[in-house]
């Protein structure tokens, strides 16, 4: 079997306007792969592309050797906290036991275990006393840690999020990051939409580096390179590594 996550032409355009257009790369499973590139370069979009969240002018994408479809329920999207509805009343525990029911059969309803399953997922992210509260209630650090909780309780194998460092405090990024790792180091493979550019190499195996089209794939120290940076990022590069500057 394929242990690699394979994308081939994939073009996504919004009324007429390309957005993503012909990416290909192919990457090893079982990494943390960051997605980098400017605001509007089209990261949201390769990753809903990839998904089949938005229709793809062109494009295939095998996971491990098989089609999305039939691998659906072994993945986890948390999209950018600003493209969910924090007003929908709904309690934390809950959210999370919503992780568990691509797992249930049809009209099944959670067992013992699941919710069992999601407690531990919200101790795991230090969610737990937080388990009756209204998730509007929370900090976006909190509700960035409560969806992670809920892709834990959903065992995935492949997870994609979406900035899950935006508006999130350094506690709760740390959390985050940590669990990421560690799901990595269990072989799960993690797509990461990320903004700040100085973290790269400590957070990242591969980088995705796209800005419209791909300028890149692969492990970080072959991607980050100020070459490549420039040419994505169409601005000089100086001095990355001393100030981190943020280009986006
Ligand atoms: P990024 O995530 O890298 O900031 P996006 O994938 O969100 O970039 O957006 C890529 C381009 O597509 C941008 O020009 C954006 O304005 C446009 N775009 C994104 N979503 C939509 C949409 N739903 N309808 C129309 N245009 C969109
Ligand atoms: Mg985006």
Redesign the pocket.
Known sequence: MSQTIDVKNLSVS??G?T??KDVSFSLESGRLIGII??????????I?GMLGL?KRDSGEVSILGQELDSVRKEIAYIP?RADIDWDFPILVHNAVLLGRYPRLGLFKRPSAKDKEIAMEALEKVGMAEFAKNQIGQLSGGQQQRVFMARSLAQEADIFFL??PFVGVDVQSEEIIINILKELRDQGKTIFV?HHDLTKLDEYFDDIIL?N?KLYGAGPVEEIVTPDLMEAAFKAPLTVLEDTGGQL?
């Open positions: 919004y009324s306007k957005a993503v590139g400017p605001n509007g370069a089209g990261k949201s979009t390769l809903k938005e950018q979406d900035e939409i796209i419209k986006s």
